[in-house]
């Protein structure tokens, strides 16, 4: 165990790796605490595969790993001009319910992000925040599932599908 963990803090000191922690509050005793893993460079872990874009479009569950991967990559960067702290987490409960990326602003405000790798959105891709929703009470800020579609759709007045494309428009 010290020597999985010495090679686990040394990649995440090269940037080669980063540990999402868990975000908990003491309201929800039954979730999952494991940090979850992102590889820092979504490019370097494709060739280290051997996959291209052609073998990503037939690999739906490799392609959602990587695009969320690289939405978490992206929203790091932004987050690190903003003038607030804004700290980086995961949800998930035993239940099985999750959320990719849970970001909190000062130790006040939340907000869940999904990411999938998908052109449509149903209301059954929300049931994880609903969960971050529940477990944030008045905290919680807003939902949003970002998906692979072009439009922005309002799902309840805190919960949003929005475009990927999103991250980077002026609009």
Same mark, same amino acid.
């Given at each position: ?109 939340? !907000?869940?992000?999904?990411?999938? =790798? &998908?052109?449509? @959105? ?7 925040? $609903?969960?971050?929703? %529940? !477990?944030?009470?008045?905290?919680? =800020? &807003?939902?949003? @599932? ?7 759709? $309002?799902?309840?007045? %805190? ?6 494309? &999103? ?5």
């Amino acid at each position: 165990r010290p020597t999985i963990r010495d090679y686990v803090a040394l990649l995440e000191r090269i940037f080669l790796i980063e540990m999402l922690p868990p975000w908990h509050s003491n309201r929800l005793s039954r979730l999952v605490k494991t940090p979850k893993l992102h590889m820092g460079d979504t490019g370097l872990v494709a060739s280290l595969l051997g996959v291209d874009a052609a073998a990503l479009s037939k690999d739906r569950a490799l392609l959602g790993q990587l695009l969320e991967t690289f939405v978490f990559q992206e929203l790091r960067r932004q987050a690190s001009w903003h003038e607030d702290a804004i700290g980086f987490h995961h949800f998930r409960d035993k239940d099985g319910h999750e959320v990719d990326i849970v970001l909190e602003r000062e130790g006040r405000d939340i !907000a869940g992000i999904e990411v999938k =790798a &998908a052109a449509t @959105v149903t209301e059954s891709d929300f049931r994880g925040l $609903r969960k971050l929703k %529940d !477990a944030s009470g008045a905290r919680f =800020a &807003a939902g949003v @599932v970002l998906y692979d579609g072009e439009s922005a759709v $309002r799902f309840a007045d %805190d919960l949003f599908a929005v475009p990927i494309k &999103a991250l980077w428009s002026l609009k």
